[in-house]
């Protein structure tokens, strides 16, 4: 590694390639300023330990906060207005690779900084707001911190909120808004009830009574017979269903498409790293550069002969086993039989509009069982059949079920406590949806 120093330019008298152990100008005398851009001279001289010792311990310069005064990195105070250093900026170090260009001039140094500074500031502490004094006798004093300052200092400007921190805020309320109406529905729906009285207006009933009688029954079945079957005629046939058989496995050849494995000559593609040795010359911040190499090399892809391998389809004759087998008919044992039951012979079904249910009575049996002794032929009995039970409800308010009209189906022993003189609360959301039904 070689160092060598570097050269600036006084920005004041316009004196040209001062050397980068030199912190004023031999010019005019003005310090070294913050802003100073370092670049390389032709011939310049090799930075030797005493020169060294005077740019100081190898890290950037640092200006001064009150004087602005370059000062080397190992000085604790300003060697121009003795303020302490404190969070002073420092100079940038650059590394400029071997295609890179090297600043030759103040010029070329400018042109190949992109944000335009020479420096880099270190933290504000505190990063809070730090009120400024407005001193009212100098004009040329600033009364505000600009935005740039904002934003060292840690505060955001009102200008700066943009419109993508709008839209999260829009679809979080919007979400918001969404819950709220779903909640506002459930709660009127289910919650936000009152009472309401309804008074009975009408009613609707429907029964029936199934008359049945003992006979004897002509059936049939398969397999076997019911308890108590007589006069059984039996017959062993057909019964429409088959059953597979198996008889054996037979190997069966059919044609198919075979893969083999071919070999075949290509070339292919590999690549591989290749050494290089590169320049950087570094700009340390501090008046002087550094000159170094650095490992540049890169992949190279390179082609050869290779063998490589495919499937290849050919005709081929495969074997299998397949099944062999036959069908037969099954057999089994029907029977017809006579048996004695009772069996439903009429329907008789009641229904009307009041509170009066009944069932049909006009039906008289020819031979009435008793329920205790074994049934006769011709013996018959009958049952009583519950149907469905409606009560009709008007409510004063109108808004409730169908003009104020709504029916309820009850069971027949609440069906026959209802009451066309007395009045039955139920209770009602906000849209006039009955939550509860009146309860006898």
């Not at 199934?210 to 059984?232: C, K």
């Not at 790293?273 to 390179?302: L, Q, R």
């Not at 009772?342 to 069932?359: C, E, F, L, Q, R």
């Not at 069982?369 to 039970?389: A, E, I, K, N, T």
Request: glycine share 8%; hydrophobic share 25%; proline share 6%.
């Amino acid at each position: 590694m070689t160092r060598t120093l570097g050269a600036w330019d006084c920005s004041y008298c316009k004196t040209k390639k001062i050397l980068g152990n030199v912190f004023d100008c031999p010019g005019c005398g003005h310090p070294r300023p913050r802003g100073v851009r370092f670049y390389q001279i032709p011939n310049a001289p090799i930075v030797t330990p005493e020169i060294a010792a005077q740019l100081g311990s190898g890290d950037p310069n640092w200006y001064c906060d009150w004087c602005d005064s370059g000062n080397k990195d190992n000085n604790q105070k300003c060697w121009k207005c003795g303020a302490e250093r404190g969070t002073a900026p420092s100079h940038e170090v650059k590394r400029f690779l071997q295609d890179e260009a090297v600043p030759q001039s103040t010029e070329e140094a400018e042109a190949s900084d992109p944000d335009g500074k020479s420096w880099v500031e270190e933290p504000k502490v505190p990063a809070v707001p730090i009120p400024i004094p407005i001193n009212n006798d100098d004009e040329e004093e600033s009364s505000y911190i600009d935005s740039s300052d904002n934003e060292e200092l840690g505060i955001q400007s009102s200008n700066n909120t943009g419109l993508g921190k709008i839209k999260p805020f829009a679809i979080g309320a919007l979400i918001l808004v969404g819950i709220a109406v779903v909640s506002f529905f459930i709660y009127q729906l289910f919650f936000n009830s009152h009472e309401e009285m309804v008074r009975v207006s009408g009613f609707n009933w429907t029964q029936s009574v199934t008359v049945q009688e003992y006979r004897t029954v002509r059936e049939s079945s398969w397999s076997s017979t019911p308890s108590g079957a007589y006069d059984i005629y039996s017959d062993y046939r057909d019964t429409g269903r088959d059953e597979k058989i198996h008889d054996g496995w037979d190997t069966v050849e059919y044609e198919d498409t075979c893969y083999k494995t071919e070999d075949y000559p290509d070339t292919c593609t590999d690549s591989k790293y290749v050494s290089d040795s590169c320049t950087s010359t570094t700009d340390n911040g501090d008046g002087s550069f550094d000159t170094d190499t650095y490992e540049c090399g890169g992949y190279e892809s390179f082609t050869y002969s290779c063998t490589k391998s495919r499937q290849v389809p050919y005709s081929c004759t495969k074997t299998r086993q397949e099944e062999r087998y036959h069908y037969e008919d099954i057999y089994d044992w029907y029977y017809e039989y006579n048996i004695d039951k009772w069996v439903s012979i009429a329907n008789y079904a009641t229904s009307g509009n009041d509170h009066n249910p009944h069932y049909f009575s006009d039906f008289v049996l020819s031979d009435p069982y008793d329920g205790y002794s074994p049934p006769r032929l011709g013996q018959q009995q009958q049952f009583l059949v519950p149907g469905d039970y409606y009560v009709t409800f008007l409510c004063d308010n109108h808004k409730v079920g169908d003009e104020g009209y709504f029916t309820r189906k009850y069971s027949e022993s609440d069906w026959a406590l209802f009451n066309y003189e007395v009045g039955y609360p139920i209770e009602v959301n906000f849209f006039n949806g009955v939550l509860s039904f009146p309860i006898p």
